[in-house]
């Protein structure tokens, strides 16, 4: 879906499905950062009867940039931030005056096992949302591709998607996305978050494993999942506290 005023606008559907099902169209939508919706992209949204949308933006974020939805009744949900390590982290990393592309890479690598267990109160609440069918709905964050990716890479797991084309989808945002646009690494106005302003004064090479999203971030979360729980759909019971009826749920109300 294109849109003037944000990037990676997308539904989850159409997916085929290892059951020989595919993912339902028009019913799940993740997207990058909403700030700068227009006004015409507020009407294709409406179009779409989102009945909530999910920030997985930290409070900082969203006081610092918005989404300004005026008299849209849609629910807005947001959560208080599983990041602040990992911020800590990142500036620790990123302050490195002898810092290097790979170091930063690791970084990523170690940012992806954690996120599902630092965002477990936002992925559960969407998982619980959609086994109740309360869609249409859309989850996002700043860039689209991190904290909105993995959930994204749950959600369409524990639907059944092929790992490699779960992979695809998620190598995607990067390949659509200008993503030193979107994060304003090139704006020289100052800026509202701390984080923002140290990616503006790193060399190039040294920020872009930040902007990748590369097949190997998100296995690594699979990997760290299925190594400490067996499957992503034990995962998903056993730290989201999600129940087997929940699990068949979701996937009798999102699979055609």
Known sequence: MKLKGAQNFRDLGGYPTVCGKAVRRYQVFRAAGLNKLTL??????DRLELKS????????????????????????????????????AMAAT??????????????????????????AEAYATVLRCLAKGEFPLLFHCAAGKDRT??????ILSLLGVPEHLVFEDYA??????DYRM???????????????SI?????????????????????ATFSELRGQHGSIESFVKTVYGLQESEVGALREKLLD
């Open 182 to 196: 979107e994060l304003g690494l090139d704006d020289k106005t100052p800026s509202k978050l701390h984080g923002q």
């Open 94 to 119: 990123l302050t490195d005056p002898g810092l290097r592309p790979e170091a930063v890479t690791g970084f990523m690598l170690s940012l992806y096992r954690r996120l599902p267990y630092d965002h």
């Open 172 to 177: 995607l945002s990067a390949r659509i996305v």
């Open 199 to 219: 990616l503006r004064e790193l060399a190039e090479e040294v920020v872009e494993p930040l902007l990748m999203s590369h097949p190997d971030y998100i296995m």
């Open 40 to 45: 015409s992209d507020y009407r294709r949204i």
């Open 149 to 154: 990716g993995v959930l994204a890479a749950i």
């Open 53 to 88: 949308v999910f920030d997985l933006r930290t409070p900082e974020e969203r006081h610092a940039l918005p989404t300004l939805w005026g008299g849209n009744p849609v629910r807005q949900v947001g959560f208080q931030s599983g990041d602040k390590g990992n911020l800590v």
